[in-house]
């Protein structure tokens, strides 16, 4: 258990549907990293949330939003599913400025049919 | 052109071999240097980090940064079919615009 916790692991929907990803940091992390990878993409940077500020944007497309809360878990909006949004989601926490590793939870499974 | 590249494999060896897993990068701005290991359906786990050039060892493993190159290198000394899984590359650029950039992965399997 790396300490970071997503639910829900599998997630199956309809296109054009709307689902709330979340995400709990590992106790004591303050910045919080979302992330999708799909067979052809790899790790494809979203957001990042440091303190329930927002700090860095990635290739996050206008459909998904994202927000951290005062206890410092986040949630990854993703709405008007397209097919092509299937992948694995994956959250990421770190110490503040952390010059190396991530601790990445264990995903959340997207498939939308 | 990526500003990190890695052969997406798959790397095939027998057990207790030598595994090279190997990096280029275009940017000269990186100087962390990280190594993951993410096996099937998991999330990717950190391995090693260097900081600029040089070698740093753990156990079985030995991470390698030429920065004069623009080529880091992960090594796995008597392979185990546990070390079965991807392996991604990552490298932070601190001066400038920050940036974490992973690579796409090589995926290896060893054989018992």
């Known amino acids: 258990d790396s300490g970071v916790t997503q639910t829900p692991k599998h997630l199956i929907t309809a296109t054009g549907q709307r689902v709330t990803l979340r995400c709990s940091p590992r106790s004591g992390d303050l910045s919080v990293y979302w992330y999708q990878q799909s067979l052809d993409q790899g790790l494809q940077f979203l957001i990042q949330?440091?303190?329930?500020?927002?700090?860095a944007k990635g290739n996050i497309l206008e459909r998904f939003s994202a927000q951290q809360f005062p206890d410092l878990h986040s949630e990854l909006n993703l709405s008007s599913l397209e097919l092509g949004d299937s992948a694995l989601y994956f959250c990421a926490s770190s110490v503040p400025e952390a010059n190396y590793g991530y601790t990445f939870g264990s995903g959340t499974r997207l498939t939308v049919v | 052109q990526k500003e990190v590249e890695q052969d997406p494999g798959p790397l095939s060896v027998p057990e207790g071999a030598i595994v090279s897993l190997n990096c280029t990068y275009s940017n000269s701005a990186f100087q962390y240097f990280m190594w993951y290991r993410q096996y099937s359906r998991k999330g990717p786990e950190l391995l090693m980090y260097t900081y600029s050039s040089g070698n740093k060892e753990d156990g079985r493993f030995t991470a390698q940064v030429d920065k004069s190159s623009k080529y880091i290198s992960l090594f796995i000394r008597d392979s185990q079919p546990s070390d079965s899984a991807t392996y991604l590359c990552a490298m932070i650029a601190t001066s400038g615009t920050y940036k974490y950039i992973f690579g796409t992965g090589t995926r290896l399997k060893v054989l018992a």
């Open positions: 949330y440091y303190n329930g500020e927002e700090r």
